[in-house]
């Protein structure tokens, strides 16, 4: 079964870090695009960034609101995806989803909460 | 940045009505657009890719269609399981970006 889990959530003071984890089982991660989306409690979706797969060097891209704090990564032979979040904000205050990006955005994972507050 | 606009931002229907959401981009995004459901405390499930393609799993119930700047979801029969909220989201240039979002309530 593909399926994605992320973890890592949890409060943090703004100005801090966290990093996330996604997990990937049923696919050949290193084969696939991967993205991080969020949502802010009660809004809508907010793409985050990609990693593009093997076939692109694992490039990656940024959404303008996280760009310069956040860094996608992945390792590959342990099928792990992640996201580094520095220089947190109260904005960045949201469910963070990792998500393939196959046929546009096929699969997602259940999502891990981040909240940014003193 | 593409800005993606849906119309309408809320919408009240009935058990076995035709429903038509629109997406609309700032500038010409080809098919590279999306439709995603979201129940209230679930997770985003796709639906539509490349504007018109069926995700797998997807039932026909569900279709596509646009190319370019306009965009359209439609269910052809609205079952309760479908009262969601809906998300388009363009995937031509970085940023991707997503529309507000269309939530179908029952009538």
């Keep these: 079964e593909v399926q994605l889990v992320e973890s890592g959530g949890g409060l943090v003071q703004p100005g801090g870090s966290l990093r996330l984890s996604c997990a990937a089982s049923g696919f050949t991660l290193s084969d696939h695009y991967m993205d991080w989306v969020r949502q802010a409690p009660g809004k809508g979706l907010e793409w985050v960034g990609r990693t593009r797969n093997k076939d692109h060097s694992f490039s990656t891209e940024y959404g303008a609101s996280v760009k310069g704090r956040f860094s996608i990564s992945r390792d590959n032979s342990e099928n792990l995806f992640y996201l580094q979040m520095n220089s947190l904000k109260s904005e960045d205050t949201a469910v963070y989803y990792c998500v393939r990006g196959y046929n546009g955005f096929d699969i997602w994972g259940q999502g891990t909460m981040v909240t940014v507050s003193s | ?107």
């Excluded at chain 2, 940045?1 to 010409?28: E, F, K, Y």
């Excluded at chain 2, 359209?72 to 009262?83: A, G, K, N, V």
């Design chain 2, 1 to 107: 940045d593409i800005q993606m606009t849906q119309s309408p931002s809320s919408l009240s229907a009935s058990v076995g009505d035709r429903v038509t959401i629109t997406c609309r981009a700032s500038q010409g995004i080809r098919n590279s657009l999306t439709w995603f459901q979201q129940k209230p405390g679930k997770v985003p499930k796709s639906i539509i890719y490349d504007a018109s393609s069926l995700q797998s799993g997807v039932p026909p119930k569900f279709s596509g269609s646009g190319y370019g700047t306009e965009f359209t979801l439609t269910i052809s029969s609205l079952q309760p399981e479908d009262f969601a909220t809906y998300y388009c989201q363009q995937y031509d240039g970085h940023p991707f970006t997503f529309g507000g979002g269309t939530k179908v309530e029952m009538k």
